[in-house]
Structures are given as C-alpha cells and as structure tokens.
C-alpha cells in the first residue's frame, strides 16, 4: 500500500469515526427529549417510532444510523430513496442484517406512486384518490404490501399537500378498498407560525375519527426536530426527525 493511499485511508476512518460520534450524541439527545416528552406526556417511549429523516444524506450515513440502533428511515424523493435504499438493503443483506423500514414522507406525484410502492414500505402523505389507484398498482406489480398513512392539510391550504379533514373519510375507506394497502393512520405538517399544540390536537381528533371506522389505523405522524414533544402530548406514534440527528442539510452539486 503507498504511502498516500496509508493516509487516505487514515482520514476516511477518521471522519467515519468522527461522524459516527457526532451521530451518536444527536441521537442521544433526541431520544432523551422524547423519554422527557414521554413522562410529560404519561407515555411510554416504546411506544413510539423515532424516523430519521436521510434526504440529502449519504448511504454512509444511513449505515452508521442502523449501526446504531435506527430501524426507521425517511426519504421525500423517489430517485434518491430508490437509489440510496437499494444500496443500503445491498449492503445490510450482504452483512447478514435485517434491512429497515422506508417511510417515504414527502409530496407524491401520482404517476411515481406506483414506482414507490415497489420499495418502500411505508407511505405516510396519501392525501388524494388518486395515489391510491398508483400505489396499489405498484404493490400489485411489486406482489408486496405497502403500509399507508394518510396527510391531513390543518390549515386548508391543500396545494402544499394534504387532504381537508372533512374528505378524510372518503380517502381512507378508498385505502382500505385496496387489497395490498394496508391503512395505518394519519400524518401532518404543523404549519409555519401556527401553534403546533392547536395542530396536533386536530390532527389528534381526525385520527380518533378515523380510528372510529377503521381500529386498525392506530398511527399519528406528528412531530420534527423543533416540535416534536408537541407531537408526543397529542399522541404522535411517529417522530419524523431529520436536522437534530443530522445536522444541516448537505450542500447539493
């Protein structure tokens, strides 16, 4: 080995274990926010699902992640998750390792449902009829079962995704139609300068009006890294934290 391939070498370990580390304490700290939220709360914090949100951030990323502990992912465009994730399942599977469960949480468009449907496992923003036609055709191709969570738009304004509460029945019995979607509960985003407890608390309610027609559709999807103990006080099963464990978004090419 030459003496500059020696320190490259040294320098990846280096930054490798320097992330690793950074990673490590981020996610110390969320969780303890989350055991601390939790006792506020009378909740037990194995009851709730921790998604690291990756987008932008590398399949190196995502590794040192499941080293240490992480079992949730989520992704919000289909050619990056498509392609981190087959790497990340590559290289776990070739390890002997169980690969994680992929949230994809973002805006869908409907012609690339049917592309997400064959690989991740979990779709949180089904917010109109017609991802739902695209999803179970993609899961019917794919011959897989894909878990669906639907967003619910708490200020009315739907073009940044997300169905009124009052068309929320209508959507989650066309998901429950569907033989290979599986209905898991709700999803939202609390809206920039609203109070996220006024949120969540909504969301809360059509999730216990869902639940009143379909009592397996268990799962709230409420809360990021700057309000997420306002999710766990509302009931959230789902975190979806990206920034507090990560660090700011990469620079993009």
Same mark, same amino acid.
């Given at each position: 080995m030459t003496h500059d391939r020696l320190q490259r070498d040294e320098r990846h370990h280096c930054e490798d274990r320097e992330r690793h580390e950074q990673l490590?304490?981020?996610?110390?700290?969320?969780?303890?926010?989350?055991?601390?939220?939790?006792?506020?709360?009378?909740?037990?914090?194995?009851?709730?699902?921790?998604? !690291?949100?990756?987008?932008?951030?590398? /399949?190196?990323?995502?590794? +040192? @992640?499941?080293?240490? $502990? #992480?079992?949730?992912?989520?992704?919000?465009r289909d050619q990056e998750a498509a392609e981190k994730f087959q790497e990340v399942r590559r290289?776990?599977?070739?390890?002997?390792?169980?690969?994680?469960?992929l949230h994809f949480i973002g805006r869908l468009q409907s012609n690339k449902a049917g592309h997400v449907a064959g690989y991740a496992d979990v779709v949180q923003s089904?917010?109109?009829?017609?991802?739902?036609?695209?999803?179970?055709?993609?899961?019917?191709?794919?011959?897989?079962?894909?878990?669906?969570?639907?967003?619910?738009?708490?200020?009315?304004?739907?073009?940044?995704g997300g169905v009124?509460?009052?068309? !929320?029945?209508?959507?989650?019995?066309a /998901?429950?139609?569907?033989? +290979? @979607?599986?209905?898991? $509960? #709700?999803?939202?985003?609390?809206?920039?300068g609203a109070d996220p407890d006024e949120c969540f608390a909504r969301l809360r309610e059509v999730a216990d009006g869902i639940r009143g027609r379909h009592p397996a559709a268990e799962w709230i999807s409420a809360g990021m890294s700057g309000d997420l103990e306002a999710g766990l006080r509302h009931g959230a099963t789902?975190?979806?934290?990206?920034?507090?464990?990560?660090?700011?978004?990469?620079s993009l090419l």
């Open positions: 490590r304490d981020n996610l110390a700290a969320v969780h303890e926010r989350i055991s601390r939220g939790c006792a506020e709360a009378g909740r037990d914090p194995d009851d709730v699902t921790l998604v !690291v949100v990756t987008k932008y951030f590398p /399949v190196s990323d995502v590794l +040192l @992640l499941h080293r240490l $502990g #992480v079992r949730h992912f989520g992704e919000n290289l776990l599977s070739g390890a002997g390792e169980q690969p994680p469960t089904v917010d109109r009829t017609k991802l739902v036609t695209g999803l179970a055709k993609g899961a019917h191709v794919a011959d897989r079962a894909v878990q669906v969570m639907l967003q619910v738009s708490l200020d009315g304004d739907t073009a940044r009124l509460p009052e068309d !929320v029945d209508d959507l989650a019995d /998901v429950a139609a569907q033989g +290979l @979607l599986s209905l898991k $509960g #709700v999803m939202a985003v609390a809206p920039l789902h975190l979806r934290v990206g920034s507090a464990i990560l660090g700011s978004r990469p």
